[in-house]
């Protein structure tokens, strides 16, 4: 069926007058898989048949695909459906209409609608010169959260596409960040870092913000100098005072901008591992990501992070794993430690020790089947995630892939059989390509 659809792609010419009939068939069998149950067919064959379908775009097969895609438009995801008409043509005829309701709506008198207008602004692929001036209007609304959700939506669009509008952009920012609405100071934080502009005068405005009043507010700041990428001693310093403030959240905050960093200090080091012991869960689990980003495999960071394993709360143990994870370490402790992990009570952990396993490369028997275990998990995501760490162990060896087919022979009226096809895509297929 795919070398059929994959046919139709390189739009023989004639074939549709010749056999229409067979063109037919084809497309909706494709549209068949398209619609059903994700765990019988598996997300790969999925993947491909949008793939397939959307490569018909400017052949002969175009507007028949569509239509066949409508007769079942009330089986397909909203947003999936939004994009198979944007691949395959109706993309402009929407685009154009959606603008146009905007720009009346960007006028109503109140605000809410308004609001709403400038929030689905951002849902549109490519920008007009008629909305951005129309944005532009809305940074002197007289509500200070349209004020900043236009901004936010103009930051969207580039610097390149604003050109003398950034200007102008970045002046109503920096005002917007002594507004009296938390929310609008936030906004302004975050669509400052968007922007990419550096300037002393914006880093000096963020770095006042990490002063704010209120958590959420300096919160956003300390991620904007984070994406703005200024790790100046300056900058370093005070997010490390912020480590120590009254205020967990902020705490956690502060650790996930020092990960960011790219200063591997002794100093930020000790102090995130001071922090794995920090009273608040949050705290935990941001400064066992940062570790991660840091790339230090020490003896103490890996045991320290061994140890969060037994933390009661779920948010911190998947950090853990997945900050191990990233740090690579394939010792036999820590594989062990995250094998257990696949059978912890909460999906969460369990779809992120699957996922470091599938990165660790360590294919031995136990790793192996504990992960096939789990392509029966009663979460879809562990089952997804199990799947493709399969995958990953399986280009590595070459015993996972005969153990995936004697699975699948032994499952076949299983629920869950799907998975392991989806097992044998990323063994076979995704190899092939």
């Given at each position: 069926?795919f070398?059929?659809?994959?046919?139709?792609?390189?739009d023989?010419?004639?074939?549709?007058?010749?056999?229409?009939?067979?063109?037919?068939?084809?497309?909706?069998?494709?549209?068949?898989l398209?619609?059903?149950?994700?765990e019988?067919?598996?997300?790969?064959v999925?993947?491909?048949v949008y793939?397939?379908?959307?490569?018909?775009?400017?052949?002969?097969?175009?507007?028949?695909?569509?239509?066949?895609?409508?007769?079942?438009?009330?089986l397909?995801?909203?947003?999936?459906?939004?994009?198979?008409?944007?691949?395959?043509?109706?993309?402009?005829?929407?685009?154009?209409?959606?603008?146009?309701?905007?720009l009346t709506?960007?006028?109503?008198?109140?605000?809410?609608?308004?609001?709403?207008?400038?929030?689905?602004?951002?849902?549109?692929?490519?920008?007009?010169?008629a909305?951005?001036?129309?944005?532009?209007a809305?940074?002197?609304?007289?509500?200070?959260?349209?004020?900043?959700?236009?901004?936010?939506?103009?930051?969207?669009?580039?610097?390149?596409?604003?050109?003398?509008?950034?200007?102008?952009?970045?002046?109503?920012?920096?005002?917007?960040l002594?507004?009296?609405?938390?929310?609008?100071?936030?906004?302004?934080?975050?669509?400052?870092?968007r922007?990419?502009?550096?300037?002393?005068?914006?880093?000096?405005?963020?770095?006042?913000?990490?002063?704010d009043?209120h958590?959420?507010?300096?919160?956003?700041?300390?991620?904007?100098?984070?994406?703005?990428?200024?790790?100046?001693?300056?900058?370093?310093?005070?997010?490390?005072?912020?480590?120590?403030?009254?205020?967990?959240?902020?705490?956690?905050?502060?650790?996930?901008?020092?990960?960011?960093?790219?200063?591997?200090?002794?100093?930020?080091?000790?102090?995130?591992?001071?922090?794995?012991?920090?009273?608040?869960?949050?705290?935990?689990?941001?400064?066992?990501?940062a570790?991660?980003?840091?790339h230090?495999?020490?003896?103490?960071?890996?045991?320290?992070?061994?140890?969060?394993?037994?933390?009661?709360?779920?948010g911190?143990?998947?950090?853990?794993?997945?900050?191990?994870?990233?740090?690579?370490?394939?010792?036999?402790?820590?594989?062990?430690?995250?094998v257990?992990?696949?059978?912890?009570?909460?999906?969460?952990?369990r779809?992120?020790?699957?996922?470091?396993?599938?990165i660790?490369?360590?294919?031995?028997?136990?790793?192996?089947?504990?992960?096939?275990e789990?392509?029966?998990?009663?979460?879809?995501?562990?089952?997804?995630?199990?799947?493709?760490?399969?995958?990953?162990?399986?280009?590595?060896?070459?015993?996972?892939?005969?153990?995936?087919?004697?699975?699948?022979?032994?499952?076949?009226?299983?629920?869950?059989?799907?998975r392991?096809?989806?097992?044998?895509w990323?063994?076979?297929?995704?190899?092939?390509?």
């Open positions: 069926m070398f059929a659809g994959n046919c139709l792609a390189e023989p010419k004639g074939l549709r007058s010749v056999d229409g009939e067979l063109v037919q068939e084809i497309l909706e069998r494709l549209v068949e398209e619609v059903s149950n994700v019988q067919v598996g997300e790969k999925r993947e491909q793939e397939i379908l959307c490569s018909l775009y400017e052949t002969d097969f175009q507007v028949q695909a569509l239509e066949v895609l409508k007769e079942q438009r009330n397909i995801d909203e947003w999936r459906w939004w994009k198979y008409q944007a691949e395959l043509g109706a993309e402009y005829e929407l685009e154009d209409k959606v603008i146009e309701t905007l709506r960007l006028q109503n008198k109140s605000y809410n609608v308004r609001r709403r207008a400038v929030i689905d602004a951002f849902k549109i692929g490519k920008s007009s010169e909305l951005v001036s129309a944005l532009l809305r940074l002197r609304d007289e509500d200070s959260y349209v004020c900043s959700l236009a901004a936010s939506a103009l930051s969207s669009f580039g610097k390149n596409y604003l050109g003398k509008n950034s200007e102008a952009l970045v002046d109503v920012l920096l005002k917007l002594e507004d009296e609405d938390t929310s609008v100071r936030g906004w302004a934080s975050s669509t400052l870092a922007l990419g502009n550096t300037s002393e005068t914006i880093i000096n405005a963020l770095l006042a913000r990490l002063q009043r958590y959420t507010v300096r919160g956003w700041a300390t991620l904007a100098l984070k994406t703005l990428g200024e790790s100046s001693e300056t900058v370093v310093n005070t997010v490390l005072a912020k480590l120590q403030d009254n205020d967990f959240d902020m705490g956690a905050w502060a650790a996930i901008v020092l990960g960011y960093f790219d200063k591997n200090s002794e100093t930020i080091v000790s102090t995130l591992l001071a922090q794995l012991q920090n009273e608040n869960p949050g705290v935990r689990g941001w400064a066992a990501i570790l991660s980003h840091l230090d495999n020490s003896e103490t960071v890996v045991s320290t992070l061994l140890a969060q394993f037994q933390d009661e709360n779920n911190v143990r998947k950090t853990a794993v997945i900050a191990l994870g990233r740090l690579g370490n394939s010792s036999e402790n820590v594989i062990d430690a995250i257990a992990l696949l059978q912890d009570k909460n999906y969460d952990v779809r992120q020790a699957a996922k470091a396993l599938g660790l490369n360590n294919t031995s028997e136990t790793v192996v089947n504990a992960l096939i789990r392509l029966q998990d009663k979460d879809s995501f562990v089952r997804s995630d199990a799947a493709e760490a399969l995958g990953n162990l399986g280009k590595k060896s070459n015993n996972i892939l005969p153990t995936i087919i004697q699975w699948i022979q032994q499952h076949q009226d299983s629920e869950y059989v799907g392991g096809i989806d097992v044998l990323y063994l076979v297929v995704s190899e092939e390509s």
